[in-house]
């Protein structure tokens, strides 16, 4: 997995300028994964290529202004964004997440507390739609 570097976002910082990140979590998926739909509103300054950083454990579809990508383009945890055009921008995905391997029983003891593991998922992004199921949003 590929770690962004200072130099790479002070490049994506003059190409693109990101308006708002949304997301829409679809938690009744199953006790193993769970799915979101997830949106970048950005406008393009500059012609060029960039990126968009996500890990899922799928990603079942990417669009870009509404014309599908490919999600196979997925490297690492990057997205290719290519072509880009100075205008205002919507990057949309459909990634499907794995969730953490459930916490495991501690034995308390008078000096340690017991320990518990959640599997909050950290988002950054928060989304919408009519269509979406039941979700839970963050901006």
Do not use: H
């Not at 799915?35 to 060029?48: P, W, Y």
């Not at 990603?59 to 690492?76: C, K, Y």
């Not at 964004?81 to 921008?89: D, E, F, M, N, Y």
């Not at 459930?102 to 518990?116: E, G, I, V």
């Amino acid at each position: 997995m590929s770690v962004l570097t200072r130099d790479e976002a002070q490049t994506r910082a003059q190409i693109i300028d990101v308006e708002r990140y949304t997301i829409a979590l679809d938690l009744t998926t199953g006790e193993e994964t769970f799915d979101s739909r997830a949106a970048i509103r950005f406008t393009a300054r500059t012609a060029g290529d960039t990126f968009v950083e996500i890990k899922p454990a799928t990603l079942r579809s990417v669009t870009l202004d509404g014309q599908p990508l490919d999600p196979a383009l997925l490297d690492g945890n990057r997205f290719p964004l290519t072509g880009l055009t100075p205008a205002p921008t919507n990057c949309t995905s459909t990634p499907r997440w794995a969730t953490r391997a459930p916490a495991r029983a501690c034995t308390a003891s008078p000096t340690r507390p017991t320990a518990r593991r959640t599997s909050t998922p950290s988002c950054s992004w928060r989304t919408s739609s009519a269509s979406s199921p039941p979700s839970t949003s963050r901006t």
